[in-house]
């Protein structure tokens, strides 16, 4: 998939664990790592404005398209 999910660079960045994002968010650490995987389908809105709060970023910063090599 072209979307890349910079979720673990952000943690990594903040200094903080997936565990302590998922609880400040109020996210199961199964769905955060499904998300920070890429294997999500989808992410909500609310999901990504929380995320973004608590590790003082943007969107962008989270998210990367990286379009498929032909």
Known sequence: MP?????DV????RK???SELAEKIG???VNLSILKTG???GVRFSTLDAI???LECQPGDLLEYRPPVE
């Open 3 to 7: 979307i890349i999910v910079n979720v």
């Open 10 to 13: 952000m943690l990594a960045k």
């Open 16 to 18: 903080m664990t997936s």
């Open 27 to 29: 996210l199961s650490p």
């Open 39 to 41: 294997k999500a389908k």
């Open 52 to 54: 973004c709060k608590v």
